[in-house]
């Protein structure tokens, strides 16, 4: 019921290719899903977020799908360069605030 | 502006030896966190600080101690360390953005992480 899944576990996309990383859940309490992007050897730091009631959030060239009805979210890059090569991590929050994590995924842009 | 500040970098510790990670936040967050990072695994949450004077375990806190010495910091020890306790461990605080009545999100605000390796 706390889980999220995600998926895939690694990415590899050419330079100017859409990078879709997939989220799925199970407990409709949850009320915020964020994003969060981590460079090699340094923390993760949100990305761009969303709330259950709007379909897509856009931010630049990176842009979150919400399904309600699915329970599943997605995190696409438009446009993939090099500098986004990184490992990117869904969340989920609960009614205590807290955020649970999914596995996260390390995509790679390839030049 | 430093954010959340954690030491070490990095440490070697043998088996049955004791640490303390340290972390501060200078940006007057209360809620502080305690994550360990492993391959495949995700973030897996060890203890959290919801406010200066409590704190409360998370996922996997067997192994581990925590102390929320004041409103900035918030310390992880290893009592005797094992091979399984090798990660990377972050700490983290967090503010609430609040949207309206009904939704709002907290953001997390990461360290740099400290790489501890036990042998």
Same mark, same amino acid.
């Given at each position: 019921q706390q889980q999220v899944k995600q998926s895939p576990q690694s990415l590899i996309v050419q330079k100017g290719g859409i990078s879709i990383i997939n989220c799925a859940y199970e407990n409709t309490?949850?009320?915020?899903?964020?994003?969060?992007?981590?460079?090699?050897?340094?923390?993760?730091?949100?990305l761009i977020a969303i709330r259950p009631d709007v379909s897509e959030k856009k931010e630049g060239r990176f842009t979150i799908s919400f399904n309600k009805s699915a329970?599943?979210?997605?995190?696409?890059?438009?446009?993939?360069?090099?500098?986004? %090569?990184?490992?990117?991590?869904?969340?989920?929050?609960?009614?205590?605030y807290q955020l649970i994590w999914g596995a996260g995924t390390k995509l790679i842009i390839k030049p | 502006n430093a954010g959340v500040t954690q030491t070490p970098k990095f440490q070697v510790l043998k088996t049955g030896q004791s640490m303390t990670l340290q972390c501060a936040q200078d940006?007057?967050?209360?809620?502080?966190?305690?994550?360990?990072q492993d391959p495949g695994m995700g973030l897996r949450l060890i203890y959290y600080s919801a406010s200066e004077g409590t704190t409360d375990k998370g996922e996997v806190p067997n192994g581990y101690n925590v102390s929320r010495l004041n409103k900035r910091e918030f310390s992880l020890r290893l009592e005797s360390a094992a091979?399984?306790?090798?990660?990377?461990?972050?700490?983290?605080?967090?503010?609430?953005?609040?949207?309206? %009545?009904?939704?709002?999100?907290?953001?997390?605000?990461?360290?740099?992480?400290?790489?501890l390796t036990v042998v």
């Amino acid at each position: 019921q706390q889980q999220v899944k995600q998926s895939p576990q690694s990415l590899i996309v050419q330079k100017g290719g859409i990078s879709i990383i997939n989220c799925a859940y199970e407990n409709t309490a949850f009320d915020y899903f964020p994003w969060y992007q981590q460079f090699p050897g340094k923390g993760p730091a949100l990305l761009i977020a969303i709330r259950p009631d709007v379909s897509e959030k856009k931010e630049g060239r990176f842009t979150i799908s919400f399904n309600k009805s699915a329970k599943q979210f997605s995190l696409h890059i438009m446009d993939s360069q090099p500098g986004d %090569s990184a490992t990117y991590f869904c969340a989920a929050q609960d009614s205590n605030y807290q955020l649970i994590w999914g596995a996260g995924t390390k995509l790679i842009i390839k030049p | 502006n430093a954010g959340v500040t954690q030491t070490p970098k990095f440490q070697v510790l043998k088996t049955g030896q004791s640490m303390t990670l340290q972390c501060a936040q200078d940006m007057n967050h209360n809620s502080m966190y305690w994550y360990r990072q492993d391959p495949g695994m995700g973030l897996r949450l060890i203890y959290y600080s919801a406010s200066e004077g409590t704190t409360d375990k998370g996922e996997v806190p067997n192994g581990y101690n925590v102390s929320r010495l004041n409103k900035r910091e918030f310390s992880l020890r290893l009592e005797s360390a094992a091979p399984s306790q090798t990660s990377v461990y972050f700490c983290a605080s967090s503010t609430k953005a609040h949207w309206d %009545s009904r939704y709002s999100g907290n953001t997390i605000y990461f360290g740099e992480g400290s790489w501890l390796t036990v042998v």
